[in-house]
């Protein structure tokens, strides 16, 4: 009960924040992600999971791809599919995605973390699906208290050094890196991967 009580206290934190500031809180996409995106053949199926108001999203779409956005904020929602006509938004918790095994070409995760989803990621791609995942490690903490970020300062948020690719098997990591990343999404320390499905 008090998980409930927490998730519905913290999606209302959320809301409160888009609708004071709405678009201003997106950063700028993930170049790499986007650029992971960019090689998904036309008419793909993509999950934008915990997308917020769509900044990954939008340039996946445009991409001629149909992207399910989902996310727990009614209010982010709403703004993502009134982005583009090929980003259709979804209001639910990360861990109760509605979506049946099999069903995705490719599974989109950035800037969020809850180690209990890889299963189900893996679950939700079709054979021969990528998961494009980013997000923050812990050595994040450091940008942040130079300034340079803001970010999760809860340890359970935020990845232990080279643990993502043992969290996405049985996936196998196509592509992936660890480090410190500079781009127009800001100063950040992260891990990243594109795994595929067998």
């Not at 809301?15 to 170049?31: N, Q």
């Not at 445009?62 to 992207?67: A, F, I, N, P, Y």
């Not at 090929?86 to 049946?100: D, E, K, Q, T, W």
């Not at 599974?107 to 890889?118: G, K, P, Q, T, W």
Request: charged residues 30%; proline residues 5%; glycine residues 8%.
């Amino acid at each position: 009960m008090s998980s409930d009580l927490d998730s519905r206290r913290e999606r209302d934190e959320w809301d409160a924040r888009y609708r004071e500031r709405g678009f201003e809180l997106d950063r700028s996409p993930s170049r790499w992600v986007i650029d992971q995106c960019a090689r998904l053949p036309v008419d793909t199926l993509v999950l934008d999971v915990a997308g917020g108001t769509g900044r990954h999203a939008e340039p996946v779409a445009r991409g001629e791809r149909t992207v399910i956005l989902v996310d727990f904020v009614h209010r982010a929602v709403a703004a993502a599919a009134s982005r583009h006509d090929r980003v259709v938004g979804v209001v639910a918790n990360a861990n109760a995605l509605p979506f049946g095994r099999d069903t995705f070409d490719a599974i989109v995760c950035v800037s969020f973390l809850d180690r209990a989803l890889f299963k189900p990621f893996a679950e939700l791609l079709k054979p021969g699906g990528v998961l494009v995942y980013e997000t923050f490690t812990r050595a994040h903490l450091d940008v942040v208290a130079r300034g340079r970020a803001h970010g999760p300062r809860n340890a359970a948020y935020l990845l232990e050094a080279d643990e993502l690719p043992a969290l996405v098997a049985p996936l196998i990591v196509q592509e992936g890196e660890e480090g410190l990343v500079v781009d127009d999404a800001g100063e950040r320390h992260v891990a990243r991967v594109m795994a595929m499905k067998k």
